[in-house]
């Protein structure tokens, strides 16, 4: 029993391996397995689990440099941190913006790695996906369970502010349809690994859909529901069983709807026709950014700055009626955000970045590398970086790890990096 144990736990975290230091590499197995789930634990663990792993990489890199033989231009990398650099030192507060640059260079190790280990050995990758889809699972009944007797499995209650919003295991952060909407194309790999040629990941989905949709949060609903749409169309080959579906998708959706008036209520409130949308919160969040990008034109004013920067004085005259909503922790989209808080360098270095990612989507249509499910990239690049939407921070701890686990996916699929030795 015990010898079966060991073999299962050998094989599990990869214990066996032709790397020097080998334990090094089976503890960021584990690390980038109990990263997913220190997200419904907490930001804090989420980040100790994340630094751990740089650190470990880092040192794992250097044991095994030519072993790994990841074709990496480096230089990108030390452009990326002399900018970084000088947007703290021109910032108004050097710390605040240094630390957040920290954690940016957190992600972009953590993404490196990831992608290695995963392209290692695709049984990692495949029981992540598993674990991504046992957590969605758990999350979504503690939901559930809150939606029809008022409390999770925690004893969390459902919210009373904002039409009685869900929060499922995260307390008292109305996170969950985000969460859930976020994990929910990563998650259906799990279907279409362990199930060819049926279609549950299409009733998953479905399922997905309507239970973002109780949350009541509008954004997470929005995206979720265009890009089920995409899904929809690449995933079903027969153009009338695809016409078929999305009729079904559609009705479901429109009779939820009014089974649960209180996310339509939501979804009025933000998109009110009676007065422009620049007069309403989310308006004066966007124009406070540009109005800070126009005094920060090449840097910005430092990374997640915007909480300190729109109280200033010259932007109490932005043209909008919700000129005293306009601060916040951020601007609730990520472009805006860039854009604000790096300049024109770093907003126009990320749009460059984003291109050569779809385009390296479009071209892995014409390899043979179909049974990757390459649509799945296709949804969450959709999902992740569609520009007209409200969002959280992208430089956030808990919110970057999810655009990073796209990313992760995206290149697995595309085979965005190349190594030496294949």
Same mark, same amino acid.
């Given at each position: 029993?015990?010898?079966?144990?060991?073999?299962? !736990?050998?094989?599990? &975290? +990869?214990? /066996?391996?032709?790397?020097?230091?080998?334990?090094?590499?089976? #503890? =960021? %197995? *584990?690390? @980038?397995?109990?990263?997913?789930?220190?997200?419904?634990?907490?930001?804090?663990?989420?980040?100790?689990?994340?630094?751990?792993?740089?650190?470990?990489?880092?040192?794992?890199?250097?044991?095994?440099?030519?072993?790994?033989?990841?074709?990496?231009?480096?230089?990108?990398?030390?452009?990326?941190?002399?900018?970084?650099?000088?947007?703290?030192?021109?910032?108004?507060?050097?710390?605040?913006?240094?630390?957040?640059?920290?954690?940016?260079?957190?992600?972009?190790?953590?993404? !490196?790695?990831?992608? &290695? +280990?995963? /392209?290692?050995?695709?049984?990692?990758?495949?029981?992540?996906? #598993? =674990? %991504? *889809?046992? @957590?969605?699972?758990?999350?979504?009944?503690?939901?559930?369970?809150?939606?029809?007797?008022?409390?999770?499995?925690?004893?969390?209650?459902?919210?009373?502010?904002?039409?009685?919003?869900?929060?499922?295991?995260?307390?008292?952060?109305?996170?969950?349809?985000?969460?859930?909407?976020?994990?929910?194309?990563?998650?259906?790999?799990?279907?279409?690994?362990?199930?060819?040629?049926?279609?549950?990941?299409?009733?998953?989905?479905?399922?997905?859909?309507?239970?973002?949709?109780?949350?009541?949060?509008?954004?997470?609903?929005?995206?979720?529901?265009?890009?089920?749409?995409?899904?929809?169309?690449?995933?079903?080959?027969?153009?009338?069983?695809?016409?078929?579906?999305?009729?079904?998708?559609?009705?479901?959706?429109?009779?939820?709807?009014?089974?649960?008036?209180?996310?339509?209520?939501?979804?009025?409130?933000?998109?009110?026709?009676?007065?422009?949308?620049?007069?309403?919160?989310?308006?004066?969040?966007?124009?406070?950014?540009?109005?800070?990008?126009?005094?920060?034109?090449?840097?910005?004013?430092?990374?997640?700055?915007?909480?300190?920067?729109?109280?200033?004085?010259?932007?109490?005259?932005?043209?909008?009626?919700?000129?005293?909503?306009?601060?916040?922790?951020?601007?609730?989209?990520?472009?805006?955000?860039?854009?604000?808080?790096?300049?024109?360098?770093?907003?126009?270095?990320?749009?460059?970045?984003?291109?050569?990612?779809?385009?390296?989507?479009?071209?892995?249509?014409?390899?043979?590398?179909?049974?990757?499910?390459?649509?799945?990239?296709?949804?969450?690049?959709?999902?992740?970086?569609?520009?007209?939407?409200?969002?959280?921070?992208?430089?956030?701890?808990?919110?970057?790890?999810?655009?990073?686990?796209?990313?992760?996916?995206?290149?697995?699929?595309?085979?965005?990096?190349?190594?030496?030795?294949?």
């Amino acid at each position: 029993m015990f010898k079966s144990l060991g073999l299962i !736990i050998s094989d599990l &975290f +990869i214990l /066996k391996n032709k790397f020097n230091y080998p334990y090094l590499l089976s #503890t =960021l %197995v *584990f690390l @980038i397995y109990f990263s997913i789930l220190s997200t419904v634990i907490g930001t804090f663990v989420l980040n100790m689990s994340l630094v751990l792993f740089c650190i470990i990489f880092l040192i794992f890199y250097a044991k095994n440099k030519k072993e790994i033989g990841i074709s990496l231009n480096f230089k990108i990398f030390y452009l990326l941190i002399i900018f970084l650099s000088i947007n703290s030192v021109f910032s108004d507060h050097f710390l605040h913006t240094a630390k957040s640059s920290l954690n940016l260079i957190k992600n972009v190790i953590f993404l !490196i790695g990831c992608y &290695f +280990i995963f /392209k290692m050995d695709k049984k990692i990758f495949h029981r992540f996906i #598993t =674990l %991504v *889809f046992i @957590i969605f699972a758990f999350t979504a009944f503690d939901t559930i369970l809150q939606y029809i007797i008022g409390r999770d499995i925690f004893g969390y209650p459902q919210s009373e502010l904002h039409y009685g919003r869900l929060s499922g295991p995260f307390g008292d952060e109305l996170i969950v349809g985000s969460f859930l909407s976020k994990i929910t194309f990563i998650s259906i790999l799990y279907f279409l690994i362990n199930f060819k040629n049926k279609y549950y990941d299409l009733f998953f989905l479905i399922f997905t859909v309507l239970l973002v949709l109780i949350t009541k949060e509008r954004s997470a609903s929005l995206m979720v529901i265009f890009t089920s749409i995409i899904y929809i169309i690449f995933r079903i080959e027969n153009f009338k069983l695809k016409i078929i579906v999305l009729i079904m998708t559609l009705s479901l959706i429109s009779s939820s709807l009014m089974m649960v008036p209180d996310t339509l209520k939501r979804f009025q409130f933000m998109y009110n026709t009676e007065k422009s949308f620049f007069d309403t919160q989310w308006g004066a969040h966007f124009l406070t950014s540009y109005e800070i990008f126009k005094k920060n034109p090449l840097i910005g004013s430092g990374i997640r700055t915007y909480r300190y920067e729109c109280s200033k004085d010259y932007l109490k005259k932005i043209n909008s009626k919700a000129v005293d909503l306009r601060c916040s922790t951020h601007p609730h989209n990520f472009y805006f955000e860039i854009l604000s808080e790096t300049g024109g360098i770093g907003f126009f270095s990320f749009l460059f970045f984003l291109l050569l990612v779809f385009k390296k989507i479009l071209s892995s249509l014409n390899e043979k590398i179909s049974q990757n499910k390459i649509y799945i990239s296709y949804c969450l690049f959709f999902f992740f970086f569609w520009p007209i939407k409200t969002t959280g921070s992208i430089f956030a701890s808990w919110n970057s790890y999810f655009y990073i686990l796209a990313l992760i996916v995206i290149f697995y699929q595309t085979n965005f990096i190349k190594f030496k030795n294949k």
